[in-house]
């Protein structure tokens, strides 16, 4: 069965960068990209990006432009988000899911990552 | 970016009822339009793709309409496994954006 287990959770202080891992099974890798979903406490959700895993190519939020990286690692099936120069605002649950699947939807999701920016 | 409105924001209803809940994006996004169920503690999961299209092992009393502006999420027959947040998300363009949620409660 498909399934994606993200990394635990981080706290970071403001200014510094987080890494957050996805590793997938049970599928191809390469015939899915992988997007990166967050929300913030009591916020709503926040698309951030995704990443073909095929050709690696990248489509980025453009609010996020500049700060984040979105890698693959083909040899461990493993997706990563990496997001620079941390905010307190950047304090929320990281998800990453794959997709576009049919329709450009999300079809499976990883259990998601707390990250925690502060002081 | 396209503008997501999902209503109501909440409802209580009993076990058994029929539930609505509506979504409409600020421009017209064809049936780019999908549902995922939220759980606290739980990985999120796909309900309805492509507006009406039933994701694979989700249960039948699920269903989805509409196209262009307007979207509908229904709950046939309410189930207590069913009491959870619900998001509607539009995929037509980037950046993809989702609808406010509807915390679904037990009256």
């Known amino acids: 069965q498909v399934q994606l287990v993200q990394s635990g959770a981080e706290v970071k202080k403001p200014g510094a960068s987080v890494k957050v891992s996805c590793k997938t099974s049970g599928y191809t890798f390469i015939t899915y990209g992988i997007s990166w979903v967050r929300q913030a406490p009591g916020q709503g959700l926040e698309w951030m990006g995704w990443i073909s895993a095929y050709n690696r190519n990248t489509d980025y939020a453009q609010k996020l432009q500049g700060r984040v990286t979105m890698t693959t690692d083909t040899s461990t099936s493993t997706a990563y988000m990496e997001l620079r120069s941390l905010r307190s605002d950047d304090t929320a649950v990281y998800y990453c899911?794959?997709?576009?699947?049919?329709?450009?939807?999300?079809?499976?999701w990883g259990q998601g990552t707390l990250v925690t920016v502060s002081p | 970016d396209i503008q997501m409105t999902q209503s109501p924001s909440s409802l209580s209803a009993s076990v058994g009822d029929r539930v609505t809940i509506t979504c409409r994006a600020s421009q017209s996004i064809s049936s780019y339009l999908h549902w995922y169920q939220w759980k606290p503690g739980k990985a999120p999961q796909l309900l309805i793709y492509a507006a009406s299209s039933l994701q694979s092992g989700v249960p039948s009393r699920f269903s989805g309409s509409g196209s262009g502006t307007d979207f509908t999420l229904t709950i046939g027959s309410l189930q207590p496994e069913d009491f959870a947040t619900y998001y509607c998300q539009q995929s037509y363009s980037t950046p993809y954006t989702f609808g406010q949620g509807t915390k679904v409660e037990i009256k």
């Open positions: 899911a794959r997709g576009p699947a049919a329709k450009r939807s999300f079809d499976y």
